[in-house]
């Protein structure tokens, strides 16, 4: 399992999202995008979604959230119910990193958690594995989380996207910026070189400079764009 995000023993879930969660709020806006208010039609025997009558994509299960109990459930850990191997692949995947590297929450199969926790479990996965969205679908208080990988799923990379999804990102959430900066650009096959006092993303010609205080916090941000 090639990743393009290091992942340390010295990692949580929190540090991963700051890595992994701008790709991942990003692509999740992307595939919301498409969807607008279409109908889903979830077939869980045999892994697929139709979202109106244009749009079809196979999918990962991820977990499930009980909205009375609180309770994130990952799908990897399903003798119970029996879903299919092919859709809690990425699930496994997920297990794999928490046992190697200590991640409690990526390993323990029930934990308490609320909406908002199981969304940055979601973000995360979905930065972290490159996917092109996630989706939720309520049944009866279950909260299904999935992933899709799919080219018909379009992705605007440019510089002002990247700005405005970073920007959206920090401001949303409690994270490193720095971190998310980085891991960010990275996983966006952006180069990104760091110095004591800011960090620069290379997008083709175009340069994206964010200046850091000693305690992590952004400064100002600067762009030199191509002509």
Same mark, same amino acid.
């Given at each position: 399992?090639? $990743?393009?995000?290091? +992942?340390? *023993? *010295?990692d ?11 790709l991942?709020l990003?692509? /999740?806006? #992307? ?10 039609d ?16 196979d ?20 003798q119970?119910?029996?879903f299919?191997?092919?859709?809690v692949?990425?699930?496994?995947k997920?297990?794999?990193?928490g046992e ?12 308490q ?5 199981a969304?940055? +479990? ?5 930065? $972290?594995?490159?996917?092109d969205?996630?989706y ?5 208080g279950?909260?299904?989380? +999935?992933?899709?990988k799919?080219?018909?799923?379009? /992705?605007?990379k440019?510089?002002e ?13 409690d994270?490193?910026?720095? $971190? ?6 990275? $996983?966006?096959?952006?180069k990104?070189?760091?110095? #004591? ?16 205080n ?11 764009l191509?002509?």
């Amino acid at each position: 399992m090639k $990743l393009k995000i290091e +992942i340390t *023993e *010295e990692d949580t879930l929190q540090s991963l999202f700051a890595k992994c969660g701008g790709l991942g709020l990003e692509h /999740h806006d #992307d595939l919301e995008n498409i969807v607008n208010n279409k109908k889903p039609d979830f077939n869980i025997e045999n892994g697929t979604i139709k979202l109106g009558e244009d749009l079809k994509f196979d999918f990962q299960l991820l977990g499930t959230l009980s909205l009375k109990n609180k309770k994130w459930y990952w799908a990897w850990d399903n003798q119970d119910i029996g879903f299919l191997e092919k859709i809690v692949e990425d699930s496994k995947k997920v297990k794999e990193i928490g046992e190697k590297y200590n991640i409690s929450h990526f390993k323990e199969n029930i934990f308490q958690a609320s909406l908002y926790e199981a969304h940055i +479990i979601a973000m995360t996965t979905t930065g $972290l594995f490159e996917d092109d969205g996630y989706y939720v679908m309520d049944f009866e208080g279950v909260l299904f989380f +999935i992933t899709i990988k799919s080219d018909k799923i379009p /992705h605007e990379k440019t510089v002002e996207r990247f700005l405005y999804n970073y920007n959206t990102f920090c401001r949303e959430f409690d994270v490193n910026p720095r $971190l998310a900066l980085e891991g960010y650009g990275k $996983l966006n096959d952006y180069k990104y070189k760091r110095r #004591d006092e800011f960090s620069v993303v290379v997008i083709g010609q175009s340069r994206i400079i964010v200046g850091f205080n000693e305690k992590g916090s952004i400064t100002h941000i600067q762009t030199m764009l191509e002509n």
